[in-house]
């Protein structure tokens, strides 16, 4: 005896129980994700020339292309020139040469800020 069995019917995929698996990734990532700034770095942009009177009473440095901190022209290490800048209250302006990762200018500016100087100006270096 043969019988008609109905065609079996694929079963259809829930979208119930995908529906909450998608909202408990989407509150997970909430949750886990900061949208907090980790560490600032407070910048004044340089901008036009600077009187002549008060270009001799800054510290000029650079970070060289190289990742180096130098006293800017003489090329002398950059450390005892912040001590004496700190001492005596100086203004600081770092210029950035061309092609220096982000990662050195935010280690130098850094250093800068703990020798404990305030006024802190950063500017971009020229192309050649």
């Known amino acids: 005896m043969i019988l008609d069995e109905p065609p079996r019917r694929r079963p259809a995929i829930g979208l119930t129980s ?42 000029a440095l650079e970070i060289l292309s190289s990742g180096d901190l130098v006293v800017a022209e003489t090329n002398e290490p950059a450390e ?19 092609g220096v990762s982000t990662q050195d200018t935010l280690t130098h500016l850094d250093q800068i800020k703990a020798t404990g100087i305030t006024a802190l100006t950063v500017r971009p270096g020229r192309r050649s």
């Open 18 to 59: 995908l529906i909450d698996v998608i909202f408990i990734l989407i509150v997970f990532f909430m949750l886990v994700s900061s949208f907090d700034h980790y560490a600032t770095v407070p910048l004044t942009v340089a901008s036009g020339a600077q009187s002549a009177e008060r270009i001799d009473k800054i510290l």
């Open 80 to 98: 005892p020139a912040l001590a004496r800048a700190h001492k005596n209250a100086l203004p600081v302006v770092v210029t950035i040469a061309p």
